[in-house]
């Protein structure tokens, strides 16, 4: 079980850390979407899932960082292919909609499958001063966020520091047949 537990930190933090990659080149690019020059190619409802800038495409880099994550450290053939239809479909809704450049969308899933691999292949330390640090180094840039910042910062540290204190070697105490 601790080594299921260690998969999802794991993947947990690849997950933060390529969130908070895709808002900081959303935001540091601000490129457009689409219908920003031409409001008539999306409608409205498809507007409403499309915050901030166009590139890169959010859906595309985080429905491949978790789902392609996820296949890598299960590893099963039939997982792999289910979790790349999912990210595949995800990715052509974007399309579809309007609300993403074909560009937007490959280099989404470019850094997903990047991250993913982070995910999958990666360890970050769980002990000693390598388990306290970096949530302390999160809570400080948050501290000293500026006014104004998206708001996708701040749920992106909160879930970098989340996952990071995660201790995957707990175990629970077995509970009284009293209680």
């Not at 499309?50 to 859906?59: V, Y």
């Not at 701040?154 to 970098?160: F, I, K, M, N, T």
């Amino acid at each position: 079980m601790a080594g299921a537990a260690v998969w999802g930190r794991d993947l947990g933090i690849a997950f933060a850390l390529s969130y908070l990659t895709n808002t900081a080149l959303k935001y540091g690019l601000d490129l457009p979407r689409p219908f920003w020059s031409d409001p008539s190619v999306a409608s409205e409802a498809a507007k409403a899932t499309a915050g901030g800038p166009g590139l890169p495409s959010g859906h595309a880099q985080m429905s491949a960082t978790l789902y392609l994550g996820m296949a890598a450290q299960i590893g099963r053939p039939w997982f792999w292919s289910v979790a790349a239809a999912l990210v595949a479909l995800i990715s052509l809704s974007r399309l579809a909609l309007h609300v993403h450049y074909p560009s937007d969308t490959v280099v989404g899933l470019l850094l997903g499958v990047c991250f993913a691999a982070l995910g999958a292949r990666g360890h970050f330390p769980d002990h000693a001063l390598g388990r306290w640090l970096p949530p302390a180094l999160v809570l400080l840039a948050a501290a000293l966020m500026p006014a104004g910042s998206p708001r996708e910062v701040g749920a992106g540290l909160g879930l970098l520091a989340g996952f990071w204190a995660v201790r995957p070697t707990f175990t629970p105490r077995a509970m009284s047949r009293g209680a």
